[in-house]
């Protein structure tokens, strides 16, 4: 049963990383948003970060080419943005 919810915990982790993607953030502003607001260790962000960039490199490096191209995100920009994955994750989570 752990590994069940450790899965899901995982998949969770994954999918609120895709979203701080979708809004062009940072490896180190998803990591501290969804530290921030979703209460989710560095460490498990940074791990599965780390694990998403070794699936999808060529994915990453046009990204970050992308990223360092870009102004970064204000941190109400950021706030705001992260508050409407929490929400629509804990609205999907209902489902």
């Known amino acids: 049963m ?3 919810s450790s899965a ?18 940072s490896k180190e502003e998803c990591v501290e948003a969804l530290y921030k607001h ?13 694990e998403l ?9 046009a990204y970050e080419e ?4 870009q102004e970064q995100m204000s941190e109400e920009e950021t706030n705001q943005l992260i508050q409407k994955i ?3 994750s804990s609205k999907e989570s209902d489902d």
């Open 53 to 61: 960039e070794k699936e999808n490199k060529e994915f990453f490096k």
């Open 86 to 88: 929490i929400s629509d």
């Open 2 to 4: 752990a590994d069940s």
């Open 66 to 69: 992308r990223q360092s191209k």
């Open 38 to 50: 979703a209460n989710i260790t560095p460490v498990i962000t940074s791990t599965v970060w780390k």
């Open 8 to 25: 899901s915990y995982i998949h969770m982790v994954h999918h609120m990383i895709e979203k701080c993607l979708i809004f062009n953030m």
